[in-house]
């Protein structure tokens, strides 16, 4: 038995530092032993290294050993969904809600599971469960995780979502102890630490690579501190070289990566990801840096009291909204969202689309946890008002797009009439989203690099304006592109919008990307943050200030090495 719990001490510690396969590998030998944690942790170990297949014999071998293992249960859904079995994933996450119906993380999953799927039959009833476990959890409970991203995509108020971010930070930063305290001097060049696992070909090194290239690198030196894959690709190429530093902490658990950013020297750790997939935000909990920062990972609070700022921008973060956040705001003067202006589209042709040359093509390229029934409905309406138009959605897998093919034919709409988007290259995406006439955009959590990637094909977007920093950001963006007139009050104008949009000339789209301009407001942004915490002054709101543009060329202006 000792021997048991030295090995399993052993694997958790290396799981910890997120060494999971070699945690599978201390554990595979020991395969037949018939130990529920053992099996258990050899299942979560293969999943969390890419075997989501073999990770399905262990965990169902726990769960036959203790048919109530709320977590194998976790890490079994989890796995499912990797292998595209959302239907049965979403089952796994009601068994734990069954089990469980007090715990907000068992009745946000078991939502989130059945969005993943279209499952929309208990779609109030799950909704339900989940505001009753969330406002019964008292405010200092720091017994679980919350789930926040799932929250955020469904209804709630802005004070449910601050309450869960909270509950979740606390479940997640216990145990990591504060380094010495850090302090600030003022210095003419600041050292800035990136934080995220999406360095490679994803969405957001996509949306910040032009803003490195054009930074001021006499003014900031850049670190890139990386948890995720490294692929290869261009655009981790491209980022690569936009910075002084690539750093890899993949291996390293939240305290090593504060460790690591304090030997860096880091004056401001700038996060990317808080509440999503992946993220190791927690190494901030360490407080490895003077000023700590959240921007553009996750669309609302993180709940963590050592982050001082959150960035966004008058729209998506107004100070009115400041009671909602645990950090202060701090407002860029245009989009929140940077992108990319040298990105260049090649239109796809319709035909090797699938689409009708002859269509009006609504286009709905969120992901289909994001397209609740009110959406729906809306959007089945309008497949009634255009005959000639079909709804052209992002696929969410075999079992996700049947059922909403079922649900169109129950409002009368045929099969047909719904054509899925398959899984393709960011460049290929980009490329045949304008094919599309016009984007419909979800709420309350709208499309935000969806949205900016299809105004930069050309496709209009309309959207409908929400409360809270996810139901903002197309209308933030949608604000910079020139188009104000495209954000809806009201379901019905939604509805009648996109039916004058689609039947109409597109609008035209301004030009809304100009990374240098954004480079020096978050620079300045910086500035602002650093000389409070020189004075020693604790963080406040920074109100939305703009910046002069030096002219093209210009010294402090050098884009690419």
């Not at 965990?59 to 990797?82: G, P, V, W």
Request: charged letters at 20%; hydrophobic letters at 45%; proline letters at 8%.
């Amino acid at each position: 038995m000792d021997a048991l719990e030295d090995l399993l001490r052993a694997a958790l510690h290396e799981m910890g530092r997120g060494r999971h396969a070699e945690a599978g590998a201390l554990l595979a030998p020991h395969a037949h032993v018939a130990s529920n944690p053992l099996q258990r942790y050899l299942g979560e170990s293969l999943r969390r290294s890419g075997q989501a297949q073999a990770a399905i014999g262990p965990l169902m071998q726990a769960l036959a050993l203790k048919i109530d293992d709320i977590d194998a249960y976790l890490q079994l859904a989890f796995a499912l969904q990797t292998l595209q079995m959302k239907t049965e994933a979403a089952e796994c996450f009601r068994t734990v809600a069954a089990l469980r119906p007090d715990s907000v993380m068992a009745q946000a999953y078991q939502a989130h599971g059945d969005q993943q799927c279209a499952r929309w039959d208990d779609f109030d009833a799950n909704l339900q469960a989940l505001h009753a476990a969330l406002r019964a959890k008292p405010e200092a409970a720091d017994d679980e995780f919350g789930v926040p991203f799932a929250v955020a995509a469904l209804p709630h108020a802005p004070a449910d979502l601050l309450k869960v971010a909270r509950l979740s930070t606390r479940f997640l930063s216990r145990g990591i102890a504060s380094l010495p305290p850090a302090r600030a001097v003022d210095k003419p060049r600041l050292r800035i630490g990136y934080l995220s696992g999406d360095f490679h070909a994803h969405a957001t090194a996509a949306l910040m690579v032009e803003v490195l290239e054009c930074r001021d690198r006499a003014g900031f030196e850049v670190l890139l501190f990386s948890h995720g894959p490294d692929d290869g690709s261009p655009l981790q190429q491209r980022v690569r070289a936009a910075c002084d530093r690539f750093i890899d902490v993949g291996a390293l658990d939240a305290a090593g990566i504060a460790a690591r950013m304090r030997a860096e020297g880091v004056d401001i750790a700038v996060d990317l990801k808080g509440h999503t997939a992946g993220s190791r935000f927690t190494a901030l909990a360490a407080r490895p840096a003077p000023v700590q920062v959240a921007w553009l990972g996750f669309p609302g609070t993180c709940g963590a009291d050592y982050i001082d700022y959150v960035i966004g921008d008058p729209i998506v973060t107004p100070l009115a909204d400041a009671p909602f956040y645990s950090e202060r705001i701090a407002q860029l003067p245009r989009c929140y969202q940077p992108g990319d202006a040298t990105r260049r589209i090649v239109p796809t042709p319709r035909a090797a689309l699938g689409l009708p040359e002859d269509a009006i093509v609504l286009l709905s390229a969120n992901v289909v946890h994001k397209v609740l029934p009110p959406i729906f409905e809306a959007w089945m309406v309008l497949l009634h008002r255009l005959p000639s138009a079909l709804l052209w959605q992002l696929s969410g897998g075999e079992q996700a797009d049947a059922r909403l093919r079922e649900e169109a034919a129950r409002h009368g709409i045929v099969p047909e009439r719904l054509v899925f988007m398959p899984p393709v290259d960011m460049a290929a995406h980009w490329n045949r989203l304008a094919a599309a006439d016009l984007a419909l955009d979800t709420w309350p959590y709208n499309g935000h690099t969806t949205t900016s990637d299809a105004l930069a094909a050309g496709v209009p977007v309309v959207t409908l304006r929400g409360d809270g920093f996810a139901s903002r950001v197309a209308e933030s963006l949608l604000a910079e592109a020139g188009l104000p007139e495209l954000v809806c009050e009201t379901l019905d104008d939604y509805v009648e919008r996109a039916c004058a949009l689609a039947t109409g000339p597109k609008p035209p789209i301004r030009p809304w990307i100009d990374s240098r301009a954004f480079a020096r407001d978050l620079e300045a942004l910086y500035r602002r943050m650093w000389a409070r915490a020189v004075a020693g002054l604790p963080p406040e709101a920074l109100p939305a200030v703009s910046v002069p543009v030096a002219p093209a060329g210009d010294a402090a202006d050098a884009r690419r090495p």
